[in-house]
């Protein structure tokens, strides 16, 4: 069972949009631009560092990027069982699953990086990351600091976020490494997230994702705020306007996905950052797919999930219930005729010719929908077909 996670704020890097600019996922940042007017295009392509750590970009084009993925990873035929966000990352599972169209969303997370903005300069704050101490000691040491501090991010095992102001942060930091932290590492942030510094941003916010309106959905987002899954759109008003002050249980929502049945975690947008707290806290495989080399190895990662077939086709695997038909080489595609989506094919039933080449499924069942488009130039092992089998 597979999950898409798609990262949040601090995942931006400069020129990560370069990769993607002879893409056909690119066009997603002419109309992302369309709608918001920020300059998009460039803030990806050439904007430095220090200009991308600015919330209002720094969301923006983690955003933009991480749909820009989505769509790449779509055109191959994938489709996740259910979709998380780190965050803002949060707003990308929405738009995935259908609950927010792409429109709307690029306007909500404007809005949302704006809103958090201008209450980061109300309300100065700043983000530490504390390393290899657990999730109630850290606790303990935002209590003990009796300031303005709080866990703003449960992470992982081992990697929780305090925030706060300054001097609550230093203190807290400091009670954290008496109580037996191996580290704590400022993060370069303009505010502190989901504290109570944030609530001005939380009142901005409500009304711009009521007008929104969040729809219902067949694919489940758990939700940062209480690490559960929810597919009713009228769910998401609150969760989303309760995510800017409340912390990120993201450790608490692997650990459901994995409750779930998930064993296969695939993040998608910059940075590969969710990667690493996935490994830390599942047991399932893990890729980060950040540019057009990356969709190359997650064909690989998905058919290494599949287990290999006899050289010729003596059965088929009852135990697989989705299954990838790929290409046995490289050219045009010619789709076979007669064969429409949900018609039930058998092993070794041919589904068009690649060149001279047959493509013959290996698998028994229904034919959900042909990957490849007739007349399509495709590479050696690029998905044709997607099956579900008995």
Request: with cysteine; proline share 6%.
């Amino acid at each position: 069972m597979l999950a898409f996670t798609f990262p949040g704020q601090g995942s931006q890097r400069p020129g990560m949009g370069r990769p993607w600019a002879d893409h056909e996922s690119w066009e997603l940042v002419a109309e992302a631009d369309e709608v918001c007017q920020r300059g998009v295009a460039r803030l990806l392509l050439d904007a430095d560092a220090e200009e991308l750590r600015d919330t209002r970009n720094a969301q923006l084009t983690t955003f933009v990027s991480s749909l820009m993925v989505l769509d790449a990873v779509e055109r191959l035929g994938l489709e996740p069982s259910f979709c998380a966000g780190h965050s803002l990352g949060e707003y990308t599972a929405l738009t995935a699953t259908g609950a927010l169209g792409f429109d709307e969303c690029v306007r909500l997370v404007t809005e949302r990086a704006d809103a958090m903005h201008d209450a980061g300069q109300a309300q100065p704050g700043t983000m530490s990351a504390v390393l290899g101490l657990d999730d109630e000691q850290v606790d303990v040491a935002c209590r003990r600091a009796d300031a303005d501090v709080w866990v703003a991010n449960y992470n992982a095992p081992g990697q929780v976020v305090i925030a706060g102001s300054p001097h609550g942060v230093t203190v807290a930091s400091d009670h954290a490494r008496d109580l037996g932290a191996k580290r704590v590492m400022p993060l370069q942030v303009s505010g502190a997230f989901h504290t109570p510094f944030m609530i001005p941003a939380r009142e901005r916010l409500r009304s711009a994702i009521a007008e929104a309106g969040p729809r219902d959905t067949e694919v489940p987002v758990v939700s940062n705020v209480d690490a559960l899954p929810h597919h009713e759109g009228k769910e998401w008003a609150s969760l989303l306007s309760a995510q800017l002050s409340s912390p990120v249980r993201w450790k608490q929502c692997l650990q459901e996905l994995e409750d779930l049945g998930v064993t296969d975690y695939a993040e998608l947008g910059p940075g590969g950052v969710l990667t690493g707290m996935a490994k830390r806290t599942t047991t399932g495989r893990t890729i980060s797919v950040a540019t057009p080399e990356d969709l190359d190895r997650l064909i690989e990662w998905v058919r290494a999930d599949v287990p290999r077939r006899p050289t010729r086709l003596e059965g088929e695997h009852l135990f697989a219930s989705e299954r990838l038909v790929v290409s046995p080489n490289a050219g045009v595609f010619a789709r076979a005729e007669g064969l429409a989506d949900g018609a039930m094919i058998d092993v070794g039933t041919v589904l068009g010719h690649v060149g001279e080449h047959e493509v013959r499924s290996p698998f028994a069942g229904a034919l959900q929908s042909f990957i490849a488009v007739d007349t399509e130039r495709v590479t050696a092992r690029q998905p044709i077909a997607w099956l579900r089998t008995p």
